[in-house]
């Protein structure tokens, strides 16, 4: 383990930064403080730690987003935390990424109904744009229709809200 200081250390970009948003966007909401002291995150960084590489002059997390975001929240910027540092070329560090980011979303889903449809959501547009952009696959084992399954989702149709499009956004969009 090696220590470097918060403040050299970075969100990723591509297909990791995907991974990264899709992390955040299904964490729990609570304000970390309520439940987490700063005295803890040694503890929580020893049992969920955080993976970077070397990109030019600072760092980029490769895994442990939850971990890092909650050490960033909770620390100064000129405090030090343990990293792994990591060589791993790029497709490995993004397959190993989206392994932990899916299974800890599978054991740690909550039980309302609500919940794991918006777990499902974020993995399928998540799923849709490391496909699209970045031609990355998901593994089979976890499809879209494998996955509705293990969330207990099977048989129920899960749709995006649309709004209607207002009297001025017509108008631009017939121009």
């Known amino acids: 383990m090696t220590k470097l200081v918060i403040s050299k250390i970075k969100s990723p970009s591509g297909a990791l930064g995907e991974i990264e948003r899709g992390n955040l966007a299904i964490t729990n909401q609570m304000p970390l403080s309520s439940w987490l002291d700063a005295e803890l995150v040694d503890s929580l960084l020893a049992y969920h730690p955080v993976s970077v590489r070397k990109v030019s002059r600072h760092y980029e997390v490769v895994s442990g987003f939850r971990a890092f975001h909650a050490a960033n929240a909770l620390l100064e ?9 990591t060589n791993d070329d790029e497709i490995h560090l993004v397959k190993g990424a989206l392994f932990e980011f899916i299974t800890h979303s599978l054991m740690h889903c909550p039980d309302a109904i609500e919940a794991r449809e918006h777990v499902y959501r ?4 998540l799923s849709t744009t490391l496909r699209k952009t970045y031609g990355i696959e998901m593994p089979n084992k976890l499809s879209r229709r494998k996955l509705k ?8 149709r899960i749709t995006v809200s ?14």
């Open 122 to 125: 974020q993995l399928n547009k």
């Open 77 to 85: 910027s000129e405090e030090v935390i343990p990293v792994r540092v």
């Open 149 to 156: 399954t293990l969330l207990g989702l099977k048989g129920r």
């Open 162 to 175: 649309r709004q209607r499009k207002s009297e001025l956004q017509r108008i631009m969009e017939s121009r």
